[in-house]
């Protein structure tokens, strides 16, 4: 199946840094991107969904100057945490979908962040 | 809205059966998915049902009934390594995944 990466694997800042993470598609070209967050035994939430080249849709709650996405390639979308707070700590997944079979779904293995 | 039912927690023994059921209301649907999570780790795809019935595969298969808004994943010969949690999630319309929370499996010798 499809490779998806994420960078890094795991993070521990500071509170007020900034922590950018990275998503690529190693064998296929995502045409869209979804970011994830999920806390201990909870469902992954859903943060935003960007397509290449396009300004991402965020759910509702999300705070898009907080939670900073780029997806300027067909390979390789960030999320930046901006200002990280002890609250932003969480396990955040991204996962890729190409333009082939729209329900294909292939997830990155996730970065946990820990903000001190 | 949309909403996901499953199972919080089922325990089972090394060598059994297990069913792992699921129930489910969607804005549209586009198919049905099954997930493994093991702890601290990314969910690895297991199935995906879009027709009715059951769709088999080595020692998972996993049923599906849109009428009834139903799914199940059948385990067949637990292996400890089985112990994840099982996340049901169906696509809707939007061809957006909805997740639930999932059912952590245990799997005891």
């Known amino acids: 199946g499809a490779v998806v990466s994420q960078h890094p694997s795991r993070v521990i800042c500071k509170s007020g840094t900034s922590v950018k993470i990275e998503c690529r598609s190693l064998d296929f070209q995502a045409t869209t991107m979804f970011w994830y967050r999920q806390f201990p035994k909870k469902s992954l939430m859903l943060m935003a969904t960007s397509n290449e080249g396009s300004k991402a849709t965020y759910e509702q709650g999300v705070e898009k100057d907080k939670f900073l996405i780029n997806h300027a390639s067909l390979t390789l979308s960030t999320l930046t945490v901006t200002s990280a707070h002890p609250e932003d700590s969480s396990f955040y997944i991204c996962s890729a979908r190409g333009d082939r079979e729209v329900h294909e779904q292939y997830f990155g293995p996730g970065t946990r962040l820990t903000v001190t | 809205g949309q909403n996901i039912d499953q199972p919080t927690e089922m325990t089972a023994t090394e060598g059994a059966i297990v069913q792992i059921n699921c129930t489910y209301q969607?804005?549209?649907?586009?198919?049905l998915f099954w997930y493994q999570q093991h702890a601290g780790e990314a969910p690895t795809f297991l199935s995906y049902?879009?027709l009715d019935g059951l769709e088999e595969k080595g020692r998972f298969s996993s049923f599906l009934s849109r009428s009834k808004g139903y799914s199940y994943l059948l385990l067949k010969e637990l292996q400890m390594k089985d112990s994840a949690s099982y996340l049901c999630?169906?696509?809707?319309?939007?061809?957006?995944?909805?997740w639930g929370a999932g059912t952590k499996l245990i799997i005891k010798p």
């Open positions: 999630a169906p696509m809707d319309s939007n061809y957006q995944l909805i």
């Open positions: 969607t804005s549209g649907f586009n198919g």
């Open positions: 049902n879009v």
